[in-house]
């Protein structure tokens, strides 16, 4: 039995009637750009987050970037981000002209570390932007504090958090901007991209809805310089097919993670844990593991796919390379991106496959000594 890292098929399949429908629907609508469907989706999405509006995008890579052009963020300010995201959260940052201060994360619950935000804030800092790493959510109240007390903008990149908790609260509201992706692989995915941002502020939700459309709130009057970055109606209805079924999806992911932490605990390897304020979407399994690409390779031997997020931290991208605020070393993330391995996970994934996953770390881990 192979065990794909995740099966996008499988999830399209399990709701296949439905998505065909929605598609169908907005087919035979003559609808295909924003519209009732988006609007819709907005709607449903905005009350699944528990705020109060809700802004479909493109992508997510828009998302971010839309989110810190609407809540002031521009060219030469400072924005703090953790020093081991996705590459997605710094090029926001730098393609707007601003400028992305890495903050290394705390290695055990991966996301920022609080403790070492305020050391490197500057009087050029606009914005904290704290990634929900892997589904796990970020110490937010922490991260609050700090920016209230320096008078700065929090913008949450939940692009792996959908259905995540803070203290109780879905992930979505409480923050200047919280940007989201649909992207296929995500744990509410559409069929292509798309992505979107919530926020409380109406303000800020009015922006947004100028700058996905040409910077324009009536056709042909254009009030600011705007984008093309709009949430396709299709997607939309692709994804308020899915979304009555995040949290029983989600579900079976913590199901899958209860099997991994009870049988793997004994095993000479690094699992991820929840933090005490947070529930995660587990969007991802990742384990530590010294020997990392041995352990990758032996799984694969096995049949098991495990994928690495992420082997190259964005300070160390090519893309950055003579970039200033590249140039200092991140040691955690630098460590993390040679330890880290995901493991399959995903709510099409059976009982037996990640039996069949445990099966083959208990047997490589069992029989070799780590040195
Ligand atoms: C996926 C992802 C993004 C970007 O989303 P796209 O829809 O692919 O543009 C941003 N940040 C993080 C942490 C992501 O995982």
Redesign the pocket.
Known sequence: MNVPFLDLKAATDELSAEIHAAVARVVDSGWYILGPEVEAFEAEYAAFCGAAHCVGVA????A?KLALIATGVGAGDEVIVPSN??I??NLAVSQIGAIPCPVEPDPVSFNIDPERIEAAITPRTKAILP?H?YGLPADLDAVRAIAERHGLVVIE?A??AHGARYKGRPIGGGSHAV?W???PG?NLGALG???AVTTDDPEIAERLRMLRNYGSARKYENSVVGYNSRLAPIQAAVLRTKLPYLEEWNGRRREIVALYTAQLAELDLVLPREPNWGESSWHLFVVQHPRRDWLQEQLAGRGVQALIHYPIPPHRQQAYAGEAWAAAAQPIAEAMAAQVLSLPIGPQLSAAQAERVIGALQDILATVKVG
């Open positions: 992508n997510g890579l828009d971010l995201t996705f997605a959260t990634v790493l990149d692009a792996q940007a992706s649909f992207y995500k991209d798309g992505g």
